[in-house]
């Protein structure tokens, strides 16, 4: 199979991992020495091509969300923590956030790491701030004015019943 439209970004390393900007591709090794000069690694193996025709914040809210549905709830950063950052990518996403919403982001993908009984939240939290280095501009869009057109399309990432967007 051959691309039948262009890339927006790839996701190395599965839900856990991290994006990278199909702009930087042609720079990239795919091994964990080259992956690293960007912060990255093959971890699970799992690579996964974004088009250009998705929304990267619907598939970085749905997958934190699905995460945050994966927790068995035996801590706080992972019972609490990831449902807070799940809700609040919804509504970012949403363009209902408000004021200070990519403060609170920026502040807990730094607290939540290293802190549960598991690493759920380390590797969700590598997910999301890859996601948000990666696609600030979409994540500033939505704030601001809600909703894209690809968010009403099915997601690349979690699967879920069409019409249920997260963002």
């Known amino acids: 199979g051959a691309a039948t439209e262009s890339l927006r970004a790839v996701l190395v390393g ?20 080259g992956l690293g ?55 970012v996403g949403q363009g209902r956030a408000g004021a200070g919403a990519f403060q609170r982001l920026e502040r807990w993908r730094h607290q939540l790491p290293g802190r549960g009984a598991c690493h759920l939240p380390d590797g969700a ?3 999301l701030a890859s996601g948000l280095d990666t696609f600030l501009e979409e994540f500033e869009r939505h704030h601001r004015h809600g909703p894209c057109a690809a968010c009403a399309r099915p997601t690349t990432l979690v699967a879920a019943p069409h019409g249920q967007a997260v963002a």
Do not use: K
């Open 14 to 33: 599965g839900y856990h991992g991290a994006w990278i900007d199909a702009r930087q591709l042609a720079a990239v090794t795919l091994d964990d020495a």
């Open 37 to 91: 000069e960007i912060g990255a690694s093959l971890a699970t193996g799992v690579i996964v091509a974004l088009d250009a025709s998705a929304c990267p914040v619907q598939e970085v809210a749905r997958t934190v969300w699905w995460l945050a549905e994966q927790s068995a709830g035996q801590c706080g950063p992972c019972a609490n923590g990831l449902s807070a950052v799940a809700m609040l990518l919804r509504t």
């Open 125 to 127: 939290m590598r997910f």
